[in-house]
C-alpha cells in the first residue's frame, strides 16, 4: 500500500469497520484478544501500521504521518469501504482524525477510544503525568527489585515479561492490570518520525470544520488530560463516555462498558 506491503488481519461479519492501533510503531495484536469482542455482527479490519509489527520498513522508507494517512486512504479504497468507519485507539484516535481532516468526505462514523491529544502542550502535558506515574513508588520500587532480583539470568522470558508490565503500569489505574495487556514492542523510529513530523501541531481549527457522526471514550485515571477528550467530543458534537475506573485502556479496565458503548455505536448486522 502506497509503495509499501502492510499486515493486515480481518475478523466477523457484516458492516466493516477499520481499526487504527497506537503507537506510533507499535502493531495491532496488543488490541487483543479484546477488540474481538467487536467483531460481533460486523467485521473488522486490523492492519500493522508502517515501521512496526509485521509492516516493517526500510531505514530509508518515510513513517512521518502523512504516510500513515496515506496508507489508510489506499486501504480504505482497496476494501472499498468508503464512506469508512474508523474505530481508533490512542495514536489511533488521532490518526482517524488526521485522515478525517484530510478526507472528510470518505468518512462515515469515528469511535476514537483514548485517543492521543490534538494539540502539542496537551501531548506534553501527558507526557509529564506518564512520567510522574513511573516514578511512583508502587512501580519504581519494583523496577529496582527486578533488576536484582537475578531474574533475567534465570528466566529471561520471566524477565521480560515483568519488565514490560512494568514499562505499561502507568497507563493503568490499577497498575496490576498491566499483566492483562498483550506484550508489544515500538519500533523507536517510527515513533519518533510521527511525533517530529506533527511538530507544533494544532488540530482545533481543523476539526472544528468536521461534521462526521462521533462517539469519544476515555477513562478516568488516563495520564492523558480528560480535558483533551472533552475538547475532542466538543469539537466533534460527540458523547464522551468516561470510564470511572480506567486508565488508558478501558478496553481492559472496563471491558464490559467497553464493548456495550462500542457495539451501540458501530454498525452492526446483529441489531
Not at 502523512?66 to 495514536?91: C, F, K
Not at 513508588?137 to 536484582?148: A, F, G
Not at 522470558?157 to 514490560?164: D, G, L
Request: hydrophobic residues 40%; charged residues 25%.
Amino acid at each position: 500500500m502506497n509503495g509499501q506491503r502492510l499486515f493486515t488481519r480481518s475478523i466477523g461479519h457484516g458492516p466493516e469497520v477499520v481499526v487504527l492501533h497506537g503507537g506510533p510503531g507499535a502493531h495491532h495484536d496488543y488490541l487483543l484478544p479484546q477488540f474481538d469482542a467487536l467483531a460481533v455482527g460486523r467485521r473488522l479490519h486490523y492492519y500493522d501500521q508502517r515501521g512496526g509489527g509485521q509492516s516493517a520498513v526500510a531505514r530509508d522508507v518515510s513513517v512521518e504521518w502523512q504516510e500513515h494517512v496515506r496508507d489508510l486512504d489506499g486501504l480504505i479504497d482497496h476494501w472499498d469501504l468508503v464512506p469508512a468507519t474508523l474505530l481508533g485507539y490512542s495514536w489511533g484516535g488521532l490518526l482517524a482524525i488526521l485522515y478525517s481532516i484530510n478526507h472528510p468526505d470518505k468518512v462515515g462514523r469515528l469511535a476514537l477510544v483514548s485517543p492521543a491529544s490534538i494539540t502539542v502542550d496537551e501531548r506534553a502535558e501527558f507526557e509529564r503525568r506518564f512520567a510522574a506515574r513511573a516514578r511512583d513508588p508502587q512501580i519504581s520500587t519494583r523496577r529496582t527489585e527486578l533488576k536484582e532480583s537475578g531474574l533475567r539470568q534465570r528466566d529471561p522470558a520471566a524477565y521480560r515479561q515483568e519488565a514490560f508490565e512494568l514499562s505499561v503500569a502507568p497507563y493503568f489505574a490499577d497498575a496490576k492490570r498491566a499483566r492483562d495487556l498483550t506484550p508489544f514492542r515500538v519500533t523507536g523510529r517510527t515513533q519518533q518520525a510521527v511525533w517530529q513530523s506533527l511538530a507544533a501541531y494544532d488540530l482545533r481549527d481543523d476539526m472544528a470544520q468536521l461534521s462526521i457522526p462521533a462517539i469519544v471514550v476515555h477513562g478516568r485515571h488516563d495520564p492523558i488530560p480528560l480535558s483533551s477528550s472533552e475538547l475532542i467530543a466538543s469539537l466533534l458534537d460527540a458523547p464522551l463516555e468516561v470510564c470511572e475506573e480506567s486508565g488508558h485502556v478501558p478496553y481492559i479496565e472496563n471491558h464490559e462498558r467497553f464493548v456495550r458503548v462500542l457495539d451501540e455505536f458501530l454498525p452492526s448486522s446483529a441489531r
